[in-house]
């Protein structure tokens, strides 16, 4: 089954049921949409086979034109929405993308590609036009996992991979029913919101509600108006909330008597209180609506005080793990009674996951194999020898444990990625790549740091004698700006002594760290 013959299917099952909530579209009213979409990218000129680029933020021509995309025969291109013209440009051309769907917004002057207005109202439709017969190891996605500059990791994920991710998310119905609405404001582009924003509504037969805004006023309208069951976010947005909840409840005195509730409510209500029990936990958990029985969390490592207090609101809390090469949550909690804090859970479906070489601690790496796991990079066979076994087990370069559950929990990264509390990624590569062109700098290391408890990319720079702090962050800061904001560093040290390496000359990023926070780099930029 292809992505589109999905939707079919969904539409077979539950024509009538709200797709996209806040357009009234029904998923019988999708087929309609997407061969409208269709017909118009097909007279813009896109075949089967062909590359199309898709830069949005979450509107519904989003959806249709991904369902177009793939009506036709052809693969898509996610691209973030926050990166820069240059960026685009270098990934249009590493996959021979000649057309670009985006918002007005996001269009600027190239020679690397076209740009077509998503928002266009489509005129007709050609009811000859049939969809194109894609087979399950076809290409569906494409998307950039190690930086949009420099050599570059590029995930092409089949429609067999999506289609098994679909399948897989079966194991949360405990958590996830038809009918309800998830929340969609995580970004489509991004694998976490695009398996639980859209992979998952069209499994279950849920409605999706897209909102293209991160402002918490239009947030919190749409949570009091529509009033969603499900909600994913990054752990971070779930601390925010925690924040001013609690801040919200402590600003009227009466944190003392919440949190004693809170924390006593199974015997409160063995002694027949669950009447005030409940009518405190309701006045809180109708910040979201008052039906959201189920949040989510991925992208990064969520603290145990956070998840408790969720829990604690009798709503469901639940942790994935996975990555662009297994189409997101390959790992999701389970509904355990009593599960043990930082755990992101077991796998999902018929995925196998492995820890290998573990450690006195029971540490080690995990490697993970099943039909959403993606065949291997894009042109890119080295990075696909080293990352591969011979079963066809894919090393997620993430070190984990095992509880007595059976859920693991994340210990570390051997890869040197760094996850800002966004959830957002930001590889060291690209970043060394191009400060290293820096006149006067020997070497640079980039590596995940806390600064005033905010998780950012900081430096290390080796540099020639003479260079000094003031022209060092004038050049970082201009080549900060051939990359998207948040991948800036802002913060780093500069020291005259070579940076420490291995003996194939590669610099010891975590010995680097430590000599940081041992004091032996004191001339910062913070």
Same mark, same amino acid.
Request: hydrophobic letters at 45%.
């Given at each position: 089954m292809n992505m589109y013959e999905l939707l079919e299917d969904r539409v077979k099952k539950t024509p009538k049921t709200l797709f996209l909530v806040r357009e009234n579209v029904t998923f019988e009213d999708m087929p309609k949409l997407v061969l409208a979409r269709a017909t118009t990218l097909r007279d813009a000129g896109v075949k089967a086979g062909d590359t /199309? =680029?898709?830069?949005?933020? +979450?509107? &519904? $021509?989003?959806?249709? #034109?991904?369902? *177009? %995309?793939?009506?036709? =025969? *052809?693969?898509?291109l996610l691209l973030d929405t926050n990166l820069t013209g240059a960026e685009y440009d270098n990934m249009t051309h590493l996959t021979d993308c000649k057309l670009v769907c985006a918002e007005k917004s @996001? @269009?600027?002057? #190239?020679? +690397?590609f076209k740009f077509f207005d998503i928002e266009t109202k489509d005129e007709k439709s050609d009811a000859k036009l049939k969809p194109y017969p894609l087979k399950d190891d076809d290409i569906a996605t494409l998307s950039f996992t190690s930086g949009s500059t420099g050599v570059p990791k590029i995930v092409p994920l089949t429609h067999k991979n999506l289609v098994s991710c679909s399948e897989s998310l079966e194991s949360l119905n405990v958590f996830l029913h038809p009918g309800e609405m998830m929340y969609a404001f995580l970004p489509l582009y991004h694998v976490f919101g695009f398996a639980v924003g859209f992979l998952a509504p069209l499994h279950f037969g849920m409605g999706i509600l897209l909102q293209s805004t991160i402002n918490p006023n239009a947030i919190l309208q749409? @949570?009091?108006?529509?009033?969603?069951?499900v %909600?994913? *976010? /990054? &752990?971070?947005?779930? $601390?925010? @909330?925690?924040?001013?909840? %609690?801040? =919200?409840?402590? *600003?009227?005195?009466?944190? =003392?008597?919440?949190?004693f509730i809170m924390n006593h409510q199974k015997f409160l209500r063995a002694i027949g209180l669950g009447k005030l029990v409940d009518k405190v936990l309701n006045q809180i958990r109708a910040v979201f609506g008052g039906r959201a029985h189920c949040l989510v969390a991925g992208g990064a490592a969520t603290k145990p005080e956070v998840e408790k207090f969720y829990n604690q609101l009798g709503m469901n809390f639940v942790q994935g793990y996975g990555m662009t090469e297994t189409v997101g949550p390959i790992c999701c909690s389970k509904p355990l009674k009593k599960r043990i804090a930082y755990a992101f859970g077991a796998p999902l479906g018929e995925n196998c996951c492995e820890i290998r070489n573990k450690g006195d601690d029971g540490i080690g790496m995990l490697w993970v194999r099943g039909d959403q796991v993606f065949g291997g990079y894009l042109n890119n066979e080295d990075a696909n020898r080293e990352c591969f076994d011979k079963d066809g087990f894919f090393c997620t370069g993430d070190l984990v444990s095992m509880d007595k559950n059976g859920e693991f929990h994340f210990a570390g990264r051997k890869k040197q990625v760094i996850v800002l509390d966004s959830g957002k990624n930001v590889y060291p590569d690209e970043l060394e790549g191009l400060f290293i062109e820096i006149d006067g700098v020997k070497s640079v290391a980039v590596f995940e740091h806390e600064v005033n408890d905010k998780t950012v990319a900081y430096g290390v720079f080796s540099v020639e004698e003479g260079m000094t702090m003031d022209k060092l962050a004038a050049e970082i800061a201009e080549k900060n700006k051939k990359v998207a904001p948040y991948k800036w560093v802002t913060h780093f040290a500069m020291t005259t002594d070579d940076l420490p390496v291995t003996s194939t000359q590669k610099i010891k990023h975590h010995v680097v760290r430590q000599w940081l926070i041992d004091g032996k780099y004191p001339n910062r930029h913070e």
């Open positions: /199309v =680029g898709l830069l949005s933020h +979450n509107i &519904p $021509e989003f959806i249709s #034109t991904l369902f *177009a %995309i793939w009506y036709l =025969g *052809a693969r898509v @996001f @269009f600027y002057d #190239t020679k +690397n749409d @949570f009091a108006q529509y009033k969603p069951q %909600i994913p *976010a /990054v &752990p971070k947005l779930w $601390e925010i @909330f925690r924040k001013k909840i %609690i801040d =919200g409840v402590k *600003a009227k005195k009466k944190w =003392g008597l919440v949190s």
